[in-house]
Nanobody
């Protein structure tokens, strides 16, 4: 049974940092990503990483502030978020792709999703 278990969300002041974690189990995934969805907005891509090789991809909104990484031994992907802004407030979702067929920034290529974790950045 595939499971993606997220943790690490919370409330932080603007300029602060948070680290999200997503522990995957049940299958081998070729790529994992983070997406977010703010109230009234569509789900948007944040970052992704290829499991083999570790190539990373970022949306413009997080480039230079967010870092995605993985721990192969723990089958876990992380999203380190620095210099957080109120505009980063959203529910953050972890996603996993069995095969990489298309662009990693597109939600449709992901086969499994986590339950989401709330990130709130106060001004």
């Amino acid at each position: 049974q595939v499971q993606l278990v997220e943790s690490g969300g919370g409330l932080v002041q603007a300029g602060g940092s948070l680290r999200l974690s997503c522990a995957a189990s049940g299958r081998f995934f070729n790529a994992m990503g983070w997406f977010r969805q703010a109230p009234g907005k569509e789900r948007e891509f944040v970052a992704a990483i290829r499991w083999n090789g570790g190539t990373t991809y970022y949306a413009a909104s997080g480039k230079g502030r967010f870092i995605i990484s993985r721990d192969n031994a723990k089958n876990t992907v992380y999203l380190q978020m620095n210099s957080l802004e109120p505009e980063d407030t959203a529910v953050y979702y972890c996603a996993a792709a069995l095969l990489v067929q298309g662009r990693l920034g597109v939600p449709d290529i992901y086969n499994y999703w986590g339950q989401g974790t709330q990130v709130t950045v106060s001004s």
